[in-house]
């Protein structure tokens, strides 16, 4: 048997040199190897695929493993195992002393949110952030500027534009800074509640290149959105897809929070029609995201417990179609890349008044108002590398530590039996989607 693959060739004599620290899972069916000294990871779909990694661990040659694995299974069952595991081990370079990238920071700084006002024309019974009145606080638009050049000299290379709704603080001042972002090469995110996009709105917007914009709506129909944001906001936010969609060439995002007791039941019986009548209607440009976990709101509670995660889930996979949870995990899942954190320092988000936060819901790190935002920066990168995988007690030993990144930072968690198998199966789903398509629109 002969196997080229990126210029390497297997023989029958040859053995494969499996790293020492491996760990071996069964998950639904599949066998998922993982090795922390490599942090790199193989899954295994064929049902001979556990014994053939037991007998190539052991160091018999691939003819050695065979003539074992054909006595038990059958010659085309042995060879088609033995197949899988070799393309497993090229494609996730899963051998003993394959590299690990070197940079080994927790969270490469990409993201900064600006939170420009807490004006909102709605009173969301969800809002973690309470908004509605524009605080006496608000900084003036040269110091948002400022801030969006900062981020930039920093290597930013994302910029959020949140609030409240943003676009209460006026839309001038909102193009102006998508502007500026655009002008620094930076990509632009533009997250609202839709309730305020007239057709000229939609058009500044587009001419000001606005590259995505996120629209919340928390339910599939008015009954169970609007007892969330508010009478009329559904029919709203419907219309306001439309514009962009006929004015502009913006990427477009609903934000979906399922809401336990008034639409997350709603979301998980008819949210799949509704998903279908948004790509009826809008030709496949909108792009469904759901929420995966509650904050502390003005009228509802912090919830990130596991079922709820999966009733998330199980409606985002719905809506969207299959393992697209997975998807996301494909960007951050990279075969020896070790993640060692939740990501906590990854993204900043600047209150109306200057305050930072490493996360939403997260303590505050600095003022960026008063304070250079490097100096915070920097004070955050230590603050997270005393917080990675290697130092959370129970995570230290996990095998599968450097894929989970461990819990969250701001709320950490012990770790149930059940949140190891979600990261096994996730592994197992984010290989399928691997071969699935093509990665490098990741
Ligand atoms: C605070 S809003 C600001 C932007 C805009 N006003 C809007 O509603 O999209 C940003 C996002 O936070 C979400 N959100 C609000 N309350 C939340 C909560 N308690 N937990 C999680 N997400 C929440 C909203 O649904 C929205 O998608
Ligand atoms: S979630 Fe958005 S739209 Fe709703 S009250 Fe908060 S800021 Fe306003
Ligand atoms: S959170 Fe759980 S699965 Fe993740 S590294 Fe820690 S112990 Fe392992």
């Not at 490599?38 to 990694?53: D, E, F, K, S, Y």
């Not at 090229?90 to 927790?106: I, N, R």
């Not at 995660?309 to 020896?336: F, K, Y």
């Amino acid at each position: 048997m002969t196997n080229h693959v990126d210029e390497r060739s297997f023989s029958l004599q040859s053995r494969i040199d499996l790293p020492r620290d491996t760990a071996v899972f069964i998950t639904n069916g599949a066998t998922v190897a993982c090795s922390p000294s490599i942090a790199r990871w193989m899954v295994l779909t064929h049902p001979a695929g556990r014994n053939t990694l037991d007998l190539l661990k052991q160091g018999r040659t691939l003819e050695e493993v065979l003539q074992a694995a054909t006595a038990k299974f059958g010659q085309e069952d042995a060879r088609a195992a033995l197949e899988e595991v070799l393309a497993e081990v090229l494609d996730k370079g899963f051998e003993a002393g394959s590299p690990v990238q070197p940079d080994l920071t927790p969270s490469p700084y990409v993201t900064i949110s600006l939170n420009v006002t807490n004006a909102c024309n709605l009173r969301c019974i969800t809002c973690y952030r309470f908004s509605g009145q524009r605080d006496d606080q608000e900084m003036g638009d040269e110091n948002w500027f400022r801030i969006l050049q900062q981020h930039s000299n920093m290597g930013g290379k994302v910029v959020k534009i949140a609030g409240g709704e943003p676009l209460c603080r006026g839309r001038e001042f909102v193009c102006q800074a998508i502007g500026q972002a655009k002008t620094l090469g930076m990509k632009t995110l533009l997250l609202s509640n839709g309730t305020l996009i007239d057709e000229e709105t939609a058009k500044e917007l587009g001419r000001a290149g606005l590259d995505r914009m996120q629209i919340s709506l928390d339910g599939p129909d008015p009954r169970s959105n609007d007892r969330i944001r508010g009478k009329g906001v559904f029919d709203k936010v419907i219309t306001a897809l439309e514009r962009l969609c006929r004015c502009t060439a913006i990427d477009l995002y609903l934000a979906i929070l399922p809401v336990p007791d008034l639409s997350l039941d709603a979301l998980l019986t008819r949210g799949r029609e509704f998903a279908d009548q948004l790509r009826d209607q809008f030709g496949g440009r909108v792009t469904i995201s759901v929420s995966q976990g509650m904050l502390e709101g003005r009228e509802v509670h912090h919830d990130e417990s596991l079922p709820f995660v999966l009733s998330c889930r199980q409606i985002q996979n719905t809506m969207a179609g299959p393992d697209t949870t997975a998807g996301h995990d494909l960007w951050q899942w990279e075969p020896g890349r070790r993640n060692l954190s939740c990501g906590y320092g990854r993204t900043l988000g600047v209150d109306p008044d200057g305050s930072v936060r490493a996360c939403a819901g997260g303590e505050v790190v600095g003022n960026a108002q008063h304070e250079p935002l490097d100096a915070i920066i920097r004070k955050l990168e230590t603050a997270a590398l005393a917080y990675t995988v290697d130092q959370v007690e129970g995570c230290r030993e996990c095998a599968l530590r450097y894929i989970c990144g461990g819990p969250c930072r701001v709320r950490p968690e012990a770790c149930p039996d059940e949140r190891k198998q979600d990261v096994l199966e996730r592994l197992v789903a984010t290989n399928r989607l691997r071969y699935d398509r093509p990665t490098d629109g990741r």
